[in-house]
């Protein structure tokens, strides 16, 4: 019989599923495996299943799979894992030799991908998470959105749509004496996680959030974006503009944009994806990132760095406003206005940024030292 | 009518040659990562609780701004430093129009305290993780992984990362990023659906045009329907023609050689009674002939299957069909065949710039088709013989032989994951 269990680690979502007790023999094995489809109650095939975490093999066209001679002398209970690509491992407790048939039933998964382009080892994981709120201008106050919430192919529409203005346009907003490399678009893992039950909350916090259960089940996820539908009432108050930010807290980064600010969703892109720091004199976060900083602590590093890229040393200022009274930080920076960086609406990455970029997309999974 | 060794070898072979049936499951995944709960609360981190799960970790953020994360292995040496982001700062950008001008501001969110989670990738060489501040390397925080890593190996014991499993010629399940290494230099993976066979030099060439001028369209293929009723040839005939197949048709074995010398069908579906020469004996002509022992072959029949059908002819034929059959059942037995050897077509195609091992390529090709029509055949004997099918005493022989088939099939599967998992392989299915 199986016996049903709290929450067994290695399961990333642990569903219980018991065995029906159907009466009948199993079959002479000593643990005959059915797999379906939850959501359709159709065998499901070609299921990895893993017995006490060594693979065991996977099931027929039918959905079956009978295991004979498990191991584990002495020991009553098992541990079954099954795993299937685009639906979620389940992993159930069961004690062999059973008596019934254990029939399991998988559920889709809510991660879809929009392009995949190889392991996540080496690829940046990009995850859009649909926000069920958005900002009412008029009120001032964050205000439930039905846009996202009942209509899934408007966020999809809205999240592809981001994508190709903004992020597959990298290759044109970037400096070309130096370039991305040709194939950057191939250095992304691209999905949307839609769960009708689960949104995130784009006016949660600075940030937004994302529920808990969202995050565990895309651990692998490099960048959560939250996308928020646009503001229904924008004209209201001319200083009510959409905002952005950013959240690079340990292993979690995510970060919150409009849909419709392809130039905003860059920026914050720029902090989230490729660590690049704000280039305009404001009440924001300031650090030189090593290597391939597109902020300097000093403007002697920021000249050093110029000279060996061949780059005009000259163009290196200090961060501050056009009255430096307003504003001025001890930070340096280089690339020139338009900087995507420092401008709201316009502007491109510059040499410095560029070449932070690429090391970004050619060191994937370089943020630490092996001893 | 047993079949001779040789013409078991002979049919290994054809399997190897015609490359058919390339459809499996996903690679054995063992990947697995820590999550490490925290809170941080002015300069004091206190960890909440660790887990290990099965799944992927993140790939680890460079940046230079926050704490200093260490792993060390049992025997206090550091495997990998990286950098721990602060979770106390959050920033963003508002755009705030002022006198018609939109202007970027910036908003910052400096919290006092936090909670948050440091994910890692599972490396069984690990058994604690250390935080430190950046500025002058002050302890903040140690956890000890090992009770986690026993807890999910008492649960999980033939994970192969386990300590009390894995020998010195184990394969090491490391799988901590490796720093500084170029994407250009990674290798790509195959799709986790399917099966990546590739074949370098001629043999792939031949093999790819082979399969692309004989089924360049999977409605215009031409299947020959051998059955000693033309009543059962019409019927059949029908179904397939009104699922966009061209058909031909021969009476008897004979009748089925005879047609075979003058135009090369895509798939030949069989029957079995016959008479002079029944279904098996075709079979096996069919295969010893080089023009035709590519041809794929589903047996359609009355006759229940019998295990030891499945162990003769098991690697010889396609499927196993049992009359009557429904037209949905007839066509998609059908169209699983001819997808196996597209996805072959096209898998080819996909690994024509990697270089994997020919000997692997060949038992890889080969395990993985046999135990994809032996799961179909075996299906079949348990929907035949099985509880659900109301055949009370099927008899302990049956039983006993369906259960070697079974097992036989586990083998295969074993030794094909055996290879998936040999990192000199380089085939990754």
Sequence with gaps: MTTPSERIPGSPTVQLAPAKNTNTSTYGYDLFLSTFDITTGEPLGNVSVYLDGGYAGSTS???????????????????????????????????????????????????????????????????????????????????????????????????????????????????????????????????????????????????????????????????????????????????????????????????????????????????ALFGLVDTYCGDTAYWQNDPDPNVWSSRASCVKDANNNSWEPSACRQIQQDDPTKCTKQFWRLDPDPDIMHEENTGTFGEASTRRIAYVLNFINAGGQIA | MKPSFGFMILCICLIISGLTGIVTADSARYDKYISIHMNID????????????????????????????????????????????????????????????????????????????????????????????????????????????????AIYPKDPDNPASYGSKATVHANLPQAGTPVSATKPSGQPWGILAIIPGTVLLSITAFAFLRFPRVKSKNVLIVDDDSDIIDVIALMLRRAGYRTRAATTGEECLKELESETPDLILLDIVMKPMDGWETLRKIKKTPVTKSVPVIMLTAQQLLPKDVEEYGICIEDYIVKPVSSKDLTNAITHVFARQQMIREKIAAAREAGIDRNYLYEAARLTRVVDVNKRLWDLLVRTYGPDAGNKSPGSGILLEIKNTEKKIRDLENRLEQIRRDPGSGVEW
């Design chain 2, 42 to 153: 002015g300069g004091k981190i206190t960890a909440k609780s660790t887990e290990i799960n099965y799944g992927f970790a993140p790939n680890i953020f460079p940046t230079q701004e926050g704490f200093k994360g260490v792993l060390v292995a049992a025997d206090g040496s550091t495997v990998k430093t990286f950098v721990v982001p602060d979770p106390r700062v959050q920033f963003g950008d508002v755009v705030v129009t002022s006198s018609g001008t939109p202007q970027i501001q910036g908003v910052v969110d400096r919290q006092n305290s936090a909670d948050f989670v440091v994910t890692l990738p599972f490396d069984r060489n690990v058994t604690e993780f250390r935080m430190y501040t950046a500025a002058d390397g002050t302890l903040l925080t140690s956890v000890n992984l090992k009770p986690q890593m026993d807890t999910f190996f």
């Design chain 1, 61 to 271: 066209a039918a959905g079956t799979i009978g295991i004979q001679n498990p191991g584990g002398e002495g020991r009553a209970g098992h541990t079954v894992r099954v795993s299937k690509s685009g639906y979620v491992d389940i992993t159930q407790s069961v004690e062999l030799p059973s008596t019934v048939p254990v029939k399991i039933g998988l559920q889709p998964q809510a991660l879809v991908p929009i392009r995949e382009a190889g392991p996540h080892s080496t690829k940046i994981d990009i995850v859009f998470v649909p926000s069920s709120t958005t900002y009412n201008c008029a009120g001032k106050e964050k205000i439930m959105t039905t846009l996202y919430v009942t209509n899934k192919n408007a966020f999809v529409s809205d999240v592809n749509k981001i994508v190709n203005e903004s992020l597959f346009t990298l290759d044109s907003i970037t400096d070309k004496t130096d370039p991305l490399p040709a194939d950057y678009r191939d250095r992304f893992n691209i999905y949307y996680y839609y769960d009708p039950s689960r949104f995130a909350d784009g006016f949660d916090g600075f940030a937004g959030t994302v529920p808990e259960n969202v995050w565990e089940s895309v651990p692998f996820a490099d960048v959560i974006i939250i996308l928020y539908p646009t503001y229904p009432t924008p004209d209201i108050d001319p200083s009510c503009d959409p905002n952005g930010a950013v959240s690079t807290a340990a292993s979690r980064i995510w970060m919150k944009v409009p849909a419709d600010q392809p130039v905003l969703f860059m920026h914050e892109s720029g902090h």
